[in-house]
């Protein structure tokens, strides 16, 4: 099956290229021209530049465009700390993404894949589930959620699945070093002080690769029922527990003296990430985490431990 990825070069846009490829699918990665993670894309996947605001382009630009079915949408821009609360650049994400669905359904694709966000829900204390209600206090979330809402509409009005994905907390050896978990494990091995929130609220952490495992198995599923739809899943873990859990783990895997300042910072708002996994399990039949926690920080560590080598 021929497969389109844009934001191929991300963190997740990378993993996911390579589950596809690995299971035989034949992949077409979008990304910048500039993408810092263009290098890592795999062997044997092709490769198109364009920009977010190029997504109307992608028609003419991917040959045999005819034969693709699945059209995964990562790109967003403003996805960092500082970007997530600017309300135009979030708002131009969504029309970015609403010509990608247009530009798919040109190309053939049967199915369009939407990374969403746990954002989308906002600062609940409830067990998040796929239907309930949300109210997201980012820019960053309410962009997310207005794809959905939006997207959603076109999809029935073009005649296409719309598979609109819930992602949570993704976790990995190429993830962005500003990360909690990453820049842990950097203190920590450096014995560094480290100020933290109360971190009492539950959290979720998933293995990227693993993420990208249950976005193919789902694509799979989507187009195999007839009846799909338009629908939203959850991308995320059974492992849910207190964050300040995942931290300590991480202290005890890396050895570390570091003095761990809980409370010392004080959130706007508070998330809480509870992820309800019944849907996804229903869907795929897999189990949900395959990786554990320790091991997937034993595995960043080891990257990090090679780069002072």
């Not at 527990?241 to 005890?252: A, G, H, T």
């Not at 409370?263 to 949900?288: W, Y």
């Amino acid at each position: 099956m021929k497969i389109v990825i844009t934001g191929a070069g991300s963190f997740l846009g990378v993993t996911v290229c390579r589950s596809f490829q690995e299971a035989g699918d034949e992949v077409t990665a979008v990304c910048r021209a500039q993408s810092a993670g263009l290098a890592r894309i795999p062997k044997g996947v092709s490769v198109v530049h364009a920009s977010l605001e190029e997504n109307g382009e992608l028609v003419k630009r991917i040959e045999e465009r005819e034969q693709a079915k699945v059209f995964i949408h990562l790109a967003w821009a403003g996805t960092g700390h500082d970007g997530r609360d600017e309300a135009d650049v979030q708002e131009a994400n969504v029309r970015y993404a609403l010509e990608a669905m247009r530009a798919a359904h040109a190309m053939g694709c049967k199915l369009f894949v939407m990374a969403g966000s746990q954002a989308e829900y906002g600062s609940t204390t409830l067990p998040q589930q796929e239907e309930m209600d949300c109210q997201p206090f980012s820019e960053y979330g309410k962009a997310k959620l207005r794809m959905w809402e939006e997207g959603k509409k076109l999809a029935a009005e073009l005649g296409m699945k719309y598979l609109h994905l819930r992602i949570f907390s993704l976790i990995g050896e190429e993830d962005h070093p500003w990360t909690l978990v990453m820049s842990a494990v950097e203190k920590m091995l450096r014995d560094e002080t480290m100020a933290l929130s109360d971190c009492t609220q539950n959290w979720n952490f998933l293995y990227a690769r693993d993420a990208a495992e249950q976005i193919r198995r789902l694509c799979a599923y989507a187009m195999e029922e007839d009846a799909f739809g338009q629908q939203i899943y959850q991308i995320a873990s059974d492992d849910t527990r207190p964050l300040k859990d995942f931290v300590e783990r991480i202290r005890v895997l890396t050895g570390s003296k570091s003095d761990l300042q809980y409370g010392a910072v004080k959130p706007a708002n508070r998330v809480s990430l509870q992820p309800d996994m019944g849907k996804l399990r229903k869907a795929i039949g897999m189990e949900i985490a395959p990786t554990d926690f320790d091991t997937v920080i034993e595995r960043i560590i080891a990257t990090q431990n090679d780069k002072t080598i």
